[in-house]
């Protein structure tokens, strides 16, 4: 292949994948150092993360067993943490989603009720306004709007009692109940 020639896609990528499956190897064999070190530190000698292939091919396969027992016992204390983590985080979100779908619900019940009242309000100012009215729907109004007269004129008197005599509110309250019945009884 000549300078001027471009490589072929193929050629491209067959040598990424080698290039690619070098540094794996080569951060495998990194990782295998570190680990052989720190078990040589374990039993007593003095090994670096810089030992040579020679050194590799010579470690007794006792002290393999032991590097192997060692980075699995590792990976697996790594795996268990990163498992912990996650469901720790997964809960979380799942209560703040539980949180946001409440939220939701009690927002979306709220607009229904405010909707709701102000429709019945409307619909009762027009059926006020109404001369065909059937005779039920204008007595109900007229019973509650002196339902509401009969409690302003009971608070009414309670406050005049707590100004007149400085009673206190259960007083106040069993007085005026009584002056209200004897004079609904009269």
């Known amino acids: 292949m000549s300078t001027t020639e471009q490589p072929k896609v193929h050629e491209t990528a067959l040598f990424r994948a080698v290039a690619e499956q070098a540094g794996k190897h080569r951060d495998e064999n990194q990782r295998l150092r570190v680990a052989i070190a720190e078990c040589g530190n374990l039993v007593g000698g003095i090994v670096g993360p810089q030992c040579t292939v020679d050194f590799l091919s010579m470690v007794p396969n006792e002290v393999r067993l032991v ?52 429709q019945r309000v409307s619909a009762a100012r027009f059926l006020i306004e109404r001369g065909d009215i059937p005779a039920e729907r204008v007595s109900m109004y007229h019973e509650l709007l002196a339902l509401r007269a009969f409690h302003q004129f009971f608070a009414d008197r309670c406050e005049g009692l ?12 069993n007085a005026a109940a009584s002056t209200t019945r004897t004079t609904e009884s009269v």
């Open 67 to 118: 590097v192997e027992r060692l980075r699995n016992d590792r990976t697996e204390a790594i795996q268990d943490a990163e498992r912990a983590r996650d469901e720790r985080n997964r809960s979380r979100l799942e209560c703040a989603r539980e949180w946001m779908q409440k939220c939701n619900e009690v927002a979306t019940e709220r607009d229904h009720w405010k909707a709701n009242h102000d």
């Open 162 to 173: 707590f100004a007149q005599f400085g009673m206190d509110a259960v007083n106040a309250y």
